[in-house]
């Protein structure tokens, strides 16, 4: 191949190359969002978001590109939600799974008396947002297998002098629904409750228990 025809050949490699960058430029955010969600659902991903902002890691759009990131909490992966039960839980498992939603009950409904007490303050307000999204992965696991989830029981009661002692009740919440999942995990063999057992209590452990350990 002479000169002149290899120089053509690159001129031409660069205009399109040119070409397909400009058509990725011109995309909505809305569709660069969506991608990004599509990823998270089906690698149940972490956002890049900030640690103390609201986001379940399952991927959606709202949660998309790190904006919420998966602050309190690991992705999930659609797989888990999605389709039959292969298997019916055990009336053991059942048990176990009503437990864990409860105590996320317990935990929100904490941090919402906080809030009805002292406003709409950090990090309570965002840690009550990730803590309903923990509750609705805990129902749709169970609306998966068949079981009625448990009713919210509502407000613990709970007040505090101050907001340093309501951020020492978050952080002994949080410890308390850690070991939870302690004793709940060996209690089943679903490999899918297992896997959301497990990413809750690493958000417990790993995001909303330092915040509360730090907050005044």
Same mark, same amino acid.
């Given at each position: 191949?002479? #000169?002149?025809?290899?120089?053509?050949?690159?001129?031409?490699?660069?205009?399109?190359?040119?070409? $397909?960058?400009?058509?990725?430029?011109? &995309?909505?955010?809305?569709? $660069?969002?969506?991608?990004?969600?599509?990823?998270?659902?089906? =690698?149940?991903?972490?956002?890049?978001?900030?640690?103390?902002?609201?986001?379940?890691?399952?991927?959606?759009?709202?949660?998309?590109?790190?904006? +919420?990131?998966?602050?309190?909490?690991?992705?999930?992966? +659609?797989?888990?939600?999605?389709?039959?039960?292969? #298997?019916?839980? #055990?009336?053991?498992?059942?048990? $176990?799974?009503?437990? +864990?939603?409860?105590?996320?009950?317990?935990? &929100?409904?904490?941090? =919402?008396?906080?809030?009805?007490?002292?406003?709409? /303050?950090?990090?309570?307000?965002?840690?009550?947002?990730?803590?309903?999204? !923990?509750?609705?992965?805990? $129902?749709? &696991?169970?609306?998966?297998?068949?079981?009625?989830?448990?009713?919210?029981? @509502?407000?613990? @009661?709970?007040?505090? #002098?101050?907001?340093?002692?309501?951020?020492?009740?978050?952080?002994?919440?949080?410890? +308390?629904?850690?070991?939870?999942?302690?004793?709940?995990?060996?209690?089943?063999? !679903?490999?899918?409750?297992?896997? /959301?057992?497990?990413?809750?209590?690493?958000?417990?452990?790993?995001? !909303?228990?330092?915040?509360?350990?730090?907050?005044?």
């Amino acid at each position: 191949m002479n #000169t002149n025809s290899t120089f053509k050949t690159f001129i031409f490699g660069a205009l399109a190359l040119i070409l $397909v960058l400009s058509a990725f430029a011109v &995309l909505p955010v809305s569709a $660069v969002q969506a991608a990004a969600g599509d990823v998270g659902l089906l =690698r149940g991903g972490r956002g890049n978001g900030n640690p103390t902002a609201p986001g379940n890691g399952l991927g959606s759009t709202t949660a998309a590109a790190g904006t +919420a990131g998966a602050g309190y909490g690991r992705g999930m992966g +659609a797989a888990l939600y999605a389709g039959t039960a292969l #298997t019916p839980l #055990t009336d053991a498992e059942k048990a $176990v799974l009503e437990k +864990a939603i409860l105590e996320e009950y317990g935990a &929100l409904n904490l941090y =919402r008396d906080v809030i009805a007490q002292f406003g709409d /303050v950090a990090p309570f307000s965002q840690i009550a947002r990730s803590e309903e999204q !923990h509750v609705n992965m805990l $129902v749709r &696991l169970a609306e998966k297998y068949g079981v009625l989830p448990p009713a919210n029981p @509502g407000s613990t @009661g709970a007040t505090f #002098t101050d907001l340093n002692q309501a951020c020492q009740a978050g952080a002994a919440a949080e410890t +308390a629904d850690a070991a939870l999942y302690d004793a709940l995990m060996p209690q089943t063999t !679903h490999a899918d409750l297992i896997q /959301v057992f497990t990413n809750l209590q690493a958000a417990s452990l790993q995001n !909303h228990l330092p915040a509360f350990q730090t907050c005044q």
